[in-house]
C-alpha cells in the first residue's frame, strides 16, 4: 500500500523559497510509469496542479508556476521535493503530494494528507 507524506515548515516569509519534500513508502518513485505530483488548494479555491516528476526523473511544471517552481528527488531516500520560489501571500495553501497513473493529472490514485502553508511576514 502507498503511502505519501508531505513535511516542510508551515511559515514562509514573503520573497523566500518554500520546501516541502514528500516522503513515499509501499513503492518506489523510480517504478515504471508514476508520475509524482504537487498539486496545492488556496484558501476558498479550487485544486491547482504545481507540477511532477516522473519515474525517470523528467520534470514538467504548470506554465503558470514554471519560472519559480522546481522539483527534485532523492531515489535513496525515496523522496520528492518542491522548491517554490519567491513566494507571497497568494501562495498561501494547503499542499499535497500524490501519485498519477500516467502525466497529464488525470488519474491521482494516492494522496498525502496535505499540509497547510502559509506566507506571511
Known amino acids: 500500500q502507498v503511502q505519501l507524506q508531505e513535511s516542510g515548515p508551515g511559515l514562509v516569509k514573503p520573497s523566500q523559497t518554500l520546501s516541502l519534500t514528500c516522503t513515499v513508502s509501499g513503492g518506489s518513485i523510480t517504478t515504471t510509469s508514476y508520475y509524482w505530483n504537487w498539486i496545492r488548494q488556496p484558501p476558498g479555491k479550487g485544486l491547482e496542479w504545481i507540477g511532477y516528476i516522473g519515474f525517470t ?9 514554471e519560472s519559480r517552481t522546481s522539483i527534485s528527488r532523492d531515489t535513496g531516500k525515496n ?4 522548491h517554490l520560489n519567491s513566494v507571497t ?7 499535497y503530494c500524490t501519485r498519477d497513473l500516467g502525466p497529464g493529472w488525470g488519474r ?8 497547510q502553508v502559509t506566507v506571511s511576514s
Request: hydrophobic content about 25%.
Open 108 to 115: 491521482l490514485d494516492y494522496w498525502g494528507q496535505g499540509t
Open 57 to 65: 526523473g523528467y520534470t514538467h511544471y504548470s506554465p503558470s508556476l
Open 89 to 95: 501571500p497568494e501562495d498561501t495553501a494547503v499542499y
Open 79 to 82: 523522496q520528492f521535493t518542491l
